[in-house]
């Protein structure tokens, strides 16, 4: 019984002891068991894992034994069920970006992109500072070619850690696929500095400086990575492929060789291997590894480009072009240098696409013409060179010559034309040919000289022409076109004259007669050509041609309607000649002396185009007519200094010789308002020479030089008169003119035939009682002063022509009294006081006359005059004394007027004289 009790007593003691040892055993085993699962990558840490999660622990073990298990499953080999362990721990941990990274790994394993995707992008949302994460996820995008996504990716993993070499490295790869290849080396040199150096650098920088051109350093980086890498066989594909490109023909066999026998479904191996072969002029064994990379790899550029080379040189054009022309339609290139083969394949096509080269030489004589004419054919002066190569005869030559001459450059032709005529003198078409060329030449100014030479060759045609009549038609033509371009449109006219005569119903040449008629100044005559060209047959409509000279014809005969509807159908039918239009009616409307129209419409011309010379024109004879000469004188010179002497412009502006007068004449009449006269002198003299016939530049020139006492005024008048005898305007002013030059009747007989115009000029009646003075013809002169005074009571000059008159009657006391009744209205004027003090000296009144006569001395004007009278009337009272000294004071006067140095001699010889007298008297 005690023992019992003993044993019992032992039991109660012993089991908290055996429960104390028995929790402690458990827990040491537990520990080693998650020890083991955490550490140990094998089958044995893979049970140890798996035991712990049979025994239900708690969340934390559980996520670490499934992230221990998931890591040692992908360790032995079975990343599939170390997916599943990692999606199970991701349900305990969710947040865990690195289950989400090693997760994305394992998916991107398996092939399931679009789940690595996922998980990259997770990782980024729950880490986005950890530059692996940005890396992983731009890596993916790179492989799906999303170039833009993957650069944003890797930039920002470098933006939260500068140094992160695979993001480097990356960034080189995304350049290399971008085409940056400089860009690619030099990130991955970066990655390199940083640690980086796996074999994919070594392989992405020597495609890199492949693709770059420098084949030498891409074998050496190939064979610097071959070093490192011995086994990594697309450094020795790479290498064949440099080698290749620089000629070491032997070596990049042997590569080629190499990695074909390690990578034996590698399909750019064979493609290597058969461009190497075919470099070598193996053809055969070319062609067996081209069709095998196609097959291995059916969408490999290289392949299907070395397959095409291959046929193309077997001959096989065609299936080589075949080839590439798939290769150009291909829309899956996605890598910068798969679209370059792509663009390189469709250049190729395009190439094989292109028309054959044709050989000049080949082509027959109208091939050769066709071409030579054809202006945008681009064997065009190689088909003219071999024309003129090919000539047989001296004609043939030159004409093909001048066929050359029209396909060369404008400046460049009259060499052709210069050779024409040297290959064959006697052939008048070249000569014409050279002629037309030369008239091509001219530029539009003053400089004649072209039209010279093309004067010399076509009338040269004209005078050798012979019984052609052909050809001596067509050097009529080019000498009336030559004539015309010289502005000698008479010789012009003589021409086309005998063309018409030739050919009666030509239109050409009707309508060129009608222009050189109209600047010939024979505007009745053109009109005439103009309405019998309407009048004949045309081949085809032409429209309105030469409308513009048949309006200017119009308003130079005066019908101005006519001209009005012609231009109204211009603008209602939207004709040729809106340039013309406005400037036609400006024209219209200064003909009928509406200067504000014209002015207003020239004004919208000029508006329109500032350069509308015929526009300028008007508006600067409508303001000289309106008086605004400052404007006149300047677009009026302008036109005459632009266009008058060159005949091209002014025959395109309708510058006719009597509107070319006009000009003239306007200005100079402007000028003369300027005070101008010498340059007013010169219009008017320009005006008598291109319009001989008008008579009022005759008589402003007249009156300019009458104005300077020039007795070129009587011939000037004479002119003037004989044009037009019944002009009271000249009349007039040839009364002026033969009165100041002392031909007191003519001025007496033109003065009276002016005198009968309606409202003539005031003084007329003046400057006849002048010239009938002048004829003695007392009475008939008292007269007409006493008709003017009828008029104008207070003209002191009609009173002192009045009391002239009187004087000559004999009647000296009314002499007196017109004088002293002149004297009323002007009592300072020192012809009336000398005339009252002489007049007094005649009735005797000597005291009078003296006092006069000092009243006169005290006018500069008649101090000269006044005092030599003076002297005479002390001289004979026998005061020689105060003779003398009136004889000195007039002596000291200048002379004022011309008259004034007769008085100065006649009073010296009075003065010695009176000496001589006064000596004698002792």
Known sequence: MPSLLSRMAFLVLALPMLSMLGSQTAQAQKAGTVALCKDDRTEKGLAACNTLLKGRPDRKVKAMAHVARGHTQLALGRPAEAEKDYTEALAIAPKFAPLYRDRGRVRFTLGNRDGAMADFTAAVENDPFDPDNHANRGYLRLLQYDFAGAGEDLRKGLFWQKQHPRSDY???????ATGRYSDAVAHIDKAREGGFRTSETFITRARSLYYLGTFEAAAKEATEGLVAFPKQVDLIEIRARARLARRELPEALADAEIVAEAQPRFGRAYATRGAVKLAMKDIA????????????????????????????????Q???????ARSAARTDAKMVYDVASKERHAARVAEFDKPKPIVVADLGEAELKKRCATR???LRMQSCDRLVETATTPQDKADRLILRAGARPFADRLGDFELAVAAAPDYLPATLARAYAHMADYRYDKDMSPFDRAWADADSAVRRSGADKEIWARAMLARAAVSQGRGNYDAAVTDLTA??????????????????????????????????????PMDAPTGPEGEDDLVVALIETGALDEAVSILDNWR????????????????????????????????????DNRFNIAARAVNGLAAARLGDVLDAESDLSKVIDDAVDIPFRARNSGLTPGFVADLFLWRGLARVQLNRINAARADFAEVIKRAPDRARAYAERAALNLRSDNPAALTDIAMALRIEPSELRWQALAARINLATGDPAAAERFATAALAAPSPEADLLLLRAKARLGLGRFAEAAEDATARLAVAPGDADALLLRSDAR????????????VETALGAKANDPRLLLARAELKAKLGDVPGAIGAFEAAAARSEASLQANKRLGDLYAGIASDQ??????????????????????????RTARDALIRRMAARK
Not at 170 to 176: Q, R, T, V
Not at 318 to 324: N, T, Y
Not at 514 to 533: S, W
């Open 170 to 176: 990356l960034l080189g790869l995304l350049a290399y």
């Open 285 to 316: 064994a070319a062609t067996v590894d081209a069709d095998k990379a196609i097959e291995l790899d059916p969408g490999l550029f290289d392949a299907h480009e070395l397959k095409a080379d291959i046929l193309l040189a077997s001959g096989d």
């Open 807 to 818: 004087l000559g009657q004999g009647d000296a006391a009314a002499a007196l009294a017109d």
């Open 376 to 378: 945008d054919d681009p």
């Open 572 to 607: 209602s039918n939207r004709l040729p000649g809106a340039y013309a239009e406005q400037a036609l009616r400006a024209r219209v409307a200064l003909v009928r002396g509406d200067m504000a129209a014209a002015r207003e419409q020239a004004a919208a011309a000029l508006t």
């Open 499 to 536: 063309l018409v005569e030739h050919d009666p119903k030509a239109r050409y040449y009707r309508e060129e007669r009608a222009n050189a008629f109209l600047m010939a100044g024979r505007p009745a005559q053109a009109l005439e050509d103009m309405r019998e060209k309407a009048r004949l």
């Open 882 to 907: 105060l003779a003398l000294g009136y004889y000195a004071k007039a002596l000291e006067q200048p002379a004022r007027a011309p008259a004034d140095e007769a008085t100065r001699d006649a009073t």
């Open 318 to 324: 065609p299936g080589a072009r075949a080839i590439l």
